[in-house]
């Protein structure tokens, strides 16, 4: 879909200097403002370059390690068909990675170093990774609750003005939509199982309801990077609204199969024509975060020993170009 290739500049540097930076600024944010998208040859803000490559680095790590909890559940998926469509939907959240680091990468930062910052820890992917999946509802609970809410974030990102990362996000929201209705159905199946396995869904619901939540980052006033996101439409819709919008989609389908919410304050609010809901514990958010997430030591150990494993393919793959290259040399020299 667009090039990997960008072992030159940096897109910026490639202007004319006579022009000034204040004319290309207002070019592209007359551009923007005109829902054109921008392309990895486009000059662009140094801030923009740096906020969109932290923010798709961000979302490719989160799709890798997000691999990581329900990876654990396909050897103890409880039947064939089961197996076979949690395999397909991990299998897809690798791709989804591979898509979003191809993005990054064309604006000028490499593969190699995107993932020496996750392993050292200087980059950050999403929070609700870092905690355990402790049984087979978890599965359900995470295809309904972190794709779910996976899509609403995403679903705008098909109109961000980054052309390679909007593209992506085509493809990845056709996928996600699939994830969410296979956790959905888990948990309907669940819920209407035997009294062990509906306690089973409600449980998991519980665990992961306020994560999902957080997953929409901190509140708009706490973010401060929003509105500047939101000005050059690498956003499109603040973290509150998203957030406001899984609430209210999503509590309707918990009631629909008869599982229950776990927050005391929630109600409908007939004059905002939205659910009210109760306090996020934002400590708790910060402390995963820093990275004291249940099981974050385990996500980044498993990440790293990934790549160490995979040494050897990158070797070979390497090894193969060189010998492919001197062959067409030699056919071009005969
Ligand atoms: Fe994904
Ligand atoms: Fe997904």
Redesign the pocket.
Known sequence: MYTTDLSGKPAGQAEPPSEEPAELLARFEARVAADEFIEPKDWMPEAYRKTLVRQISQHAH??VV?MLPEGNWITRAPSLKRKAVLLAKVQ??G???LYLYCAAETLGTSRQEMIDALHSGRAKYSTIFNYPTLSWADVGAIGWLV?GA?ILN?VPLQRTSYGPYARAMVR?CK??SF?QRQGYEIMMTLAAGTPAQKRMAQDALDRWWWPSLMMFGPPDEASPNSAQSIRWRIKRETNDELRQKFVDITVPQAEAIGLQVPDPALCWNEARGHYDFGAIDWEEFRAVIRGEGPVAKERMAARTKAWEDGAWVRAAAEAHAVKQAARRQAEAAE
């Open positions: 989160s799709e997000g897809d959240e791709g989804h990675g794709d996976a995403q990845v996928e996600e994830h």
